[in-house]
């Protein structure tokens, strides 16, 4: 049973995580301190290398971390085997990945219907993909496959599938990289209304200073460590 | 379980691949339709071997006295034979029935002499059961009902013994305590153009085999079916029902040297069909591996949706279901008009067969049909979605292996 301790969505305790390529080792995260609450509107920032996308992969249940402790939604990740962590990402949280990564074959509802088929939801599923495209300015779009997208229509599709089922948690990793200023403020401004709206949190990764400003907490990461946590008014 | 969504996200994703796809199906459907083809042969084969050894006397079931198949001793005789034929006619599916005694004779011609097993016939039965009979050239007439001291013989017997018909030979029998002597007249000299039955055929009527060995009654039964598929069934339905010291065996025990050939053959050529298959299967894995290996970046972002690897597994094999259709519609396409062929006009072996045209006593049929049926469109599917299926199922677990933090760290 996911638990939550109090607000707190996301806890990690001195998290570190060292990728190991044969003999070499390559530290990705040192030590990282963290904690997350219900409705939070987090970017993580730093140069590249600096482990911003180790750090969602591991939030995220998609990677196992070396060391440290991890709770994400009340849960220990170093307890779960791969079926529970699927099924974790499956239930609980939502992905906005930086290439788009929807399925090329199906149209923007399926896509959007396949996640909520996989998470087992029935007839209605039609109805609440539509439902989200619809809110999210997508409807013209909805029988449209990816290739006939352009790249921030494709983007916004993709957070439409991240939210569909109402996660408690997304998970962007640099959703605005291959996006154009305007289309970057378009995503930005529908993702801070869905945390408005639905109490969503939202932990994004960037380089892009556009959606820094959108973020009400910047971490900072530089070599695998927290170097500076601030809270701010966004734009 | 399967949800719509996830079906035909498979079923899309053979046209990503257009051309591979194209070639895969055509792969599994050459591959099944050799596998039909081959199978029409076999069963064809085997229905004419089958058909070939039962009409040749043998029967598709043969009732005879227990311990005759172990000594073949002709003195032998059925158990209340009258009461066993009665149970046999009785019986459902039987399409004729003949009966026989056979004795160890000498056939004698002046100073010329031939031994041989001298078989005594009932000649309305035997008439329209066995092709020695009906299917080969006779010179005079077959034996009538009522024929005493009458008796038919091969061509090569007459040429050994340089008899005609209407001569007059001597038979020397062995009877039940002693030998037993008769003039018999030739009325007909059979030609069925094999040296090796024309040497062995000696038919009298079983009244004269009676009474001149002095043992009454018939030593076997023999039944033709209407169906060969029924021989099991019937065996164990007749056995149930006949008199004690009587048993009942199939074609194969009473012709084991063409059992054993139909047997090779339906092995050889099932292990080509195997082997077929198992290439084609092969080739498939091989383009599903590649089409893994191509979308290891789609199937890491699969896996971190949330979709379990039993979905993913799912996924890879609904898409070689498609390829499995696309493969039984092909190989039907393919195969029904060779095989509707094979089926109406047969194939003339006999220039195989190098002029011999019986095998181990049995007189062979140089046509072989191919055997068609509902069977092709079961074949068809069921050997297209399972190589297809069973080749996916290697590259499924790698899919569902994949790492999706290390899948979307590549570009």
Known sequence: MIGNDGNLLVSARGLTKVYRLGAIEAPALLGVDLEVKSGEFVSIVGPSGSGKTTLLNLIGALDSATGGELRVLGQDLSGLNRRERAELRLKYLGFVFQSYNLIPVLTARENVEFVLELQGVGRERSARAGEVLNELGLSEFADRRPLEMSGGQQQRVAVARAVASSPKLVLADEPTANLDGENAEILLHMMRRLRDEYGMTFIFSTHDPRVVEHAERVITLTDGRVAKDERHAPA | ?411
């Not at chain 2, 040749?56 to 034979?81: C, F, M």
């Not at chain 2, 002046?110 to 050239?137: A, H, L, Q, W």
């Not at chain 2, 077959?142 to 009458?150: M, R």
């Not at chain 2, 091989?286 to 379990?308: C, D, H, K, N, Y």
Request: hydrophobic residues 45%.
């Open chain 2, 1 to 411: 379980m399967i949800g719509k969504t996830i079906f035909k996200y498979a079923f899309r994703s053979q046209a990503r691949h257009i051309r591979r796809t194209v070639l895969s199906v055509v792969g599994v459907g050459i591959g099944t339709a050799m596998g039909i083809l081959a199978n029409c042969w076999i069963w064809g084969s085997e229905e004419m071997q089958i058909r070939a050894a039962s009409e040749s006397g043998a029967g598709h079931l043969k009732v005879i006295p227990v311990g005759w198949l172990e000594t073949r001793e002709n003195s032998l005789r059925l158990s209340d034979w009258e009461k066993a034929l009665a149970e046999v006619r009785a019986l459902p599916g039987v399409k004729r029935v003949s009966y026989r005694a056979r004795a160890n004779g000498l056939l004698a011609f002046g100073n010329r002499t031939s031994g041989m097993e001298v078989t005594g016939v009932d000649p309305d039965s035997e008439r329209v059961f066995n092709r020695i009979v009906y299917k080969s050239g006779i010179e005079g007439r077959y034996l009538e009902a009522g024929d005493a001291d009458k008796l038919v013989i091969g061509r090569e017997i007459a040429r050994q013994l340089k008899i005609g018909l209407d001569d007059d030979l001597m038979i020397t029998i062995s009877g039940k305590e002693e030998m037993k002597s008769a003039m018999l007249r030739v009325v007909g000299i059979i030609d069925t153009g094999s040296r090796e039955l024309d040497s062995s055929v000696c038919h009298i009527t079983l009244s004269d085999l009676e009474r001149i060995i002095g043992i009454p009654g018939p030593t076997e039964v023999s039944i033709l079916l209407n169906n060969y598929k029924q021989i099991e069934s019937t065996r164990r339905l007749l056995a149930q029902e006949l008199p004690e010291k009587n048993t009942v065996i199939t074609w194969k025990e009473s012709a084991p040297e063409l059992a054993a050939n139909a047997e090779g053959d339906k092995a050889f050529m099932n292990l080509l069909a195997l082997i077929i298959v198992l290439v084609v299967g092969l080739g498939i894995m091989s383009a599903q591996l590649t089409a893994v290996m191509e979308r290891r970046r789609e199937f890491g972002i699969l896996s971190a949706l949330g979709m379990p690897g039993r979905q993913i597994v799912a996924l890879i094999l609904t898409e070689a279901f498609w390829v499995g259709i696309g493969g039984a519609l092909i190989a039907l396409a393919l195969s029904a008009p060779i095989a509707y062929r094979l089926a109406s006009r047969g194939v003339n072996i006999s220039a195989l067969m190098g002029g011999v045209k019986s095998f181990g006593g049995v007189l062979i049929d140089p046509v072989i049909y191919g055997d068609l049926g509902w069977w092709v469109i079961w074949y068809a599917f069921g050997v297209s979605l399972a190589a297809t299926i069973a080749a996916s199922l290697y590259p499924a677990w790698l899919a569902q292996k994949i790492d999706p933090a290390e899948a979307l760290r590549r570009v």
